[in-house]
């Protein structure tokens, strides 16, 4: 056989075999689509330095609720910096909160929401201690009578909750007993050193309404204490 004739067989069947080992591997190498990552969110500024940035950073958290939230809220009722506590239902007040460097307080009251946002800050105490302060009370504390209301608060624990509890979300409602009976739930977030309160209460003081408004301002809330801490 001459070397011409026994290449050709050869090269044929070299190129057979690249064709089949080729074929279903690109096919396997091809693109997939996936889909996109949410993103993370930003990275906490530094921790405060001073009374001032604590009391700068408290300001700049308080919401501004306008008529696209609900009609009553295009302007708040009332702001104030009075030494109000944050919740702590049958004690006193939490045992860190006198720790307390800056707060503010924003209320709208309308016909048919109430909201109040309370913001604190601390210099030297994580929120997130406050937070576990709250949880331990509520361990323990189902009811109990309003200092200087006149009414019975019974604590009720929506389920599914309005807004999923974590180390840094606590959320609960509670039923308010008076001449009347009106449920108000309470959101509790924490971020840094800061705690934002969110008390709110709906039409007729209806608990479903209640939770409602709460999941409703909830993420407002959450970005709010993003931009601070």
């Known amino acids: 056989m001459s070397l011409r004739r026994a290449t050709l067989p050869l090269l044929s069947l070299l190129l057979l075999i690249g064709t089949t080992a080729c074929g279903p591997s690109a096919a396997a190498e091809a693109p997939r689509w996936s889909a996109p990552e949410s993103p993370a969110p930003p990275p906490p500024p530094p921790a405060p330095t001073s009374t001032a940035e604590v009391g700068t950073r408290v300001k700049t958290a308080m919401l501004d609720l306008d008529a696209k939230f609900n009609p009553e809220t295009a302007a708040f009722t009332e702001e104030n910096s009075d030494a109000w506590k944050l919740i702590s239902l049958c004690k006193e007040s939490l045992p860190s909160d006198?720790?307390?460097?800056?707060y503010r307080e924003r209320v709208w009251d309308g016909d048919t929401v109430w909201i109040r946002q309370y913001v604190v800050g601390y210099l030297k105490v994580p929120g997130r201690k406050l937070a576990d302060e709250l949880r331990s009370v509520l361990k323990n504390c189902t009811q109990y009578e309003v200092p200087n209301d006149g009414?019975?608060?019974t604590i009720v624990r929506p389920s599914p909750p309005p807004v999923?509890?974590?180390?840094?979300v606590i959320t609960f409602c509670e039923r308010l007993k008076g001449n009347s009976t009106r449920h108000q739930c309470t959101l509790f977030v924490t971020r840094g050193n800061f705690v934002m309160e969110l008390d709110v209460s709906g039409e007729n003081g209806d608990l479903a309404a209640a939770t409602?408004?709460?999941k409703k301002i909830a993420p407002l809330a959450t970005t709010a204490l993003e931009k601070i801490a």
């Open 164 to 168: 999923p509890n974590g180390p840094d």
């Open 98 to 102: 006198r720790k307390r460097t800056a």
């Open 212 to 214: 409602a408004l709460l």
């Open 151 to 153: 009414r019975t608060s």
